[in-house]
């Protein structure tokens, strides 16, 4: 079957009893990831997500050579979104990484120091997805409202408040978690990156030592330089290898400890 003819075939809209036989990828209780057939997947997420992950699955495999999914279909309908993508063979990274050899590790790493080079160097003007939606995060997943897109880095301050204070936490430790975040040196001189904004090593596949995919593209966009940073920490798992070895800091070489220090307060808001 041709690659024309495989995409037409593909459905506009997905039933439970469509997706019930299919294999799930990725941790059951977040994944939201099927294997369609044998070179497809399909994933279900809200209409706006849909769109700006695939909004970045284009942008970012046209302008750089990261190893992304290309897009096959995209359907909205009734405000849910299916996204379907080719399907990449290769082993989630917090599996593999324990079983690598120091020589592997050594080259993962360095690829991804070029990959995370490569987004880095492309800026942006405003703060948001990148086709110029809100602000599709962890940190935003109070969906009452819409979170940008923000003019600039202080709008997205107040914002990252706004959001905070609609989650149901304390709030004598909201209010002091967002002055801490308030008290953060602006970025002035530095504009808005691309950043994948959940660079974890679920998200990163790899087969026979390199790295052959970065996948979970929906929270990417234009951030602050250091949001790359914090959001690898932020809900990390700290008991991995990955982590214990700070294996960020040897992939995006400029750490933000102080933007880390002050935004990890919103972990607790957040997971409350």
């Known amino acids: 079957m041709s690659q024309a003819a495989a995409e037409t075939s593909l459905p506009d809209t997905l039933t439970n009893e469509m997706i019930a036989s299919r294999e799930r990828l990725g941790d059951p209780l977040l994944s939201h990831v099927w294997r369609w057939d ?48 080719e399907f990449i063979d290769g082993q989630p990274l917090d599996e593999a990484w324990p079983s690598c050899t120091a020589a592997q590790r050594s080259h993962i790493i360095s690829q991804l120091r070029g990959f995370l080079a490569e987004l880095r160097a492309i800026t942006g003007e405003f703060i948001g997805s990148v086709d110029r939606s809100v602000c599709n995060d962890q940190v935003f997943a109070n969906r009452a409202s819409a979170y940008g897109p923000y003019a600039d880095e202080a709008a997205f301050r107040v914002g990252i408040g706004q959001s905070l204070r609609a989650c149901d936490a304390d709030p004598t430790w909201t209010e002091l978690v967002i002055g801490f975040v308030e008290a953060m040196p602006l970025h002035h001189e530095e504009p808005p990156v691309m950043t994948h904004g959940d660079l974890v090593p679920r998200n990163i596949l790899v087969k026979d030592g390199h790295v052959v995919g970065i996948v979970d593209w929906e929270m990417a966009g234009f951030y602050p330089p250091y949001w790359e940073y914090v959001k690898g920490h932020l809900l990390a798992d700290f008991e991995h290898p990955w982590m214990q070895e700070r294996v960020l800091d040897q992939i995006l070489l400029t750490p933000y400890p102080i933007e880390l220090g002050l935004l990890f307060h919103t972990r607790k808001i957040l997971m409350y």
């Open 38 to 85: 044998a070179r497809t997947v399909v994933k279900l997420t809200d209409a706006a997500s849909t769109s700006a992950e695939a909004v970045a699955l284009a942008f970012v495999h046209e302008r750089t050579s990261i190893p992304v999914p290309r897009l096959l279909k995209l359907a909205e309908q009734d405000g849910q979104g299916t996204i379907f993508m």
